[in-house]
Structure formats: structure tokens, C-alpha cells
């Protein structure tokens, strides 16, 4: 009887572990990880010396669950994007495990990003989206959409569309930060810990070695 329990919770085990093998592959599409061209190196980045990096951008005073999508910017150029300000504020480790994440450059006064949005919704996505530096605390949305390289013409289409756009009349194109003592660990987020999403295997590697 011993023996066959064994044998029935090792086949489980195993079913288990290939389950969550598959899972893990596909979590993230092929497709969308080979768009994904603003790789991770981990270095800094210098934006804490241009912008607030200690907080929340967020549009308007609306603090509804999914509605201002805030923006959380670390020193080594790690992204996330996702869930209102206040959801946000009032679960800092539960919600690393969800929301959009990426990488972002300093073009000037340009904060470019590529985001991939959470693989616990409907379906994997990706985006780029560009904040032009308007203060120490603020920052206004320039560009948000396709992937392949943006033009003058793809920044003038998306000033004159959000004219019209009733949410961005509603809660403007500026971004404002809004302070908190600490911040999510981006090491709890799946996607730190993905090879692909890394410039190269070797800081991968070495990452991986650090924090097992």
C-alpha cells in the first residue's frame, strides 16, 4: 500500500512539474519576446538625478483599480506599469505580481519604454510608450502604441489624437508623482527572472546566481 502512494504522489508530482513547466513557457508568447528589443542589463540609469523616482505617476485624482495605470520607475531601468495608485500603495508586495513590466532608456529629456502587459489578463501584449521630462516631479505622455521605430509623424499623430481622446481631456498628459517610502521588489515580478528579457546570459547568469 506504501509503495503504490508513492508511486501515485511521484506521478502527481511529476504531472505537477510538467504542468508548470508548459505554463511558464508560454506565459510570455514567443512572438511577443522576440519584439522585445529594450533588453535588461541592470545598470543604472541616472533618472534619479532628472526626475522623482520615490513614488507613484499617476494622471488625475482618480485612484480607481485599473484606471490611471501609474508608472513606478527603478535606477536600473526597470518599469511597472499597471494597477491604480492607491490599489497599488495598500498592497506593495502583493502587487508586483501583477501589472505590466519593462525597460525603459533616457533619451534626454525622453523616457522611452517597451512594456509587456500582464500575462494574468486575456492575452499578452507589448507597447512602447515615450514621456518627454517636464520637472523633478512631473512628466507628460508623448507617444503611446506601436513597436517598430517612431517617426515625427507617429509623435504628431498621437499629439493631435489625444486631443479628442475623452480620457486624456478628462485627466490631461501629465504625469505627477506621488511619494512612498518604498517600493515593490522587482524581484518578486516573473519576468526579472526570464532569460530573454536580459541583454545578455552572462548578467542572466550572474543575476541568477545572486539571488537564488
Known amino acids: 500500500m506504501g509503495l503504490k502512494i508513492k508511486l501515485q504522489m511521484k506521478k502527481i ?8 513547466c508548459i505554463t511558464s513557457c508560454i506565459m510570455v508568447p514567443k ?14 540609469t541616472g533618472l534619479d538625478s532628472l526626475i522623482n523616482i520615490n513614488g507613484f505617476y ?16 527603478y535606477d536600473n531601468g526597470f518599469v511597472k506599469s499597471g494597477h491604480g495608485k492607491s490599489w497599488s500603495e495598500q498592497n506593495f ?11 525603459y532608456s533616457l533619451s534626454n529629456d ?3 519604454m517597451q512594456i509587456i502587459t500582464s500575462p494574468e489578463g486575456m492575452g499578452v501584449t507589448e507597447y512602447k510608450i515615450w514621456f518627454k521630462i517636464i520637472n523633478y516631479n512631473s512628466i507628460e505622455i508623448i507617444y503611446r502604441g506601436k513597436l517598430n521605430d517612431i517617426t515625427k509623424s507617429d509623435l504628431k499623430k498621437f499629439k493631435d489624437d489625444i486631443k479628442s481622446d475623452i480620457f486624456y481631456k478628462k485627466k490631461g498628459r501629465i504625469y505627477k508623482i506621488s511619494p512612498t517610502k518604498r517600493k515593490s521588489d522587482i524581484n518578486k515580478t516573473y519576468i526579472i527572472h526570464k532569460k530573454w ?14 539571488n537564488l
Open 13 to 20: 508530482t511529476t504531472l505537477f512539474l510538467i504542468i508548470f
Open 31 to 44: 512572438g511577443v519576446r522576440e519584439n522585445f528589443n529594450y533588453c535588461f542589463d541592470g545598470k543604472k
Open 58 to 73: 499617476y494622471l488625475g485624482e482618480d485612484y480607481e483599480y485599473l484606471t490611471n495605470g501609474e508608472f513606478i520607475f
Open 93 to 103: 508586495d502583493n502587487s508586483i505580481q501583477y501589472g505590466s513590466y519593462g525597460k
Open 110 to 112: 525622453t523616457i522611452k
Open 197 to 210: 528579457f536580459w541583454c545578455n546570459e552572462l548578467d542572466y547568469k550572474t543575476y541568477k546566481k545572486n
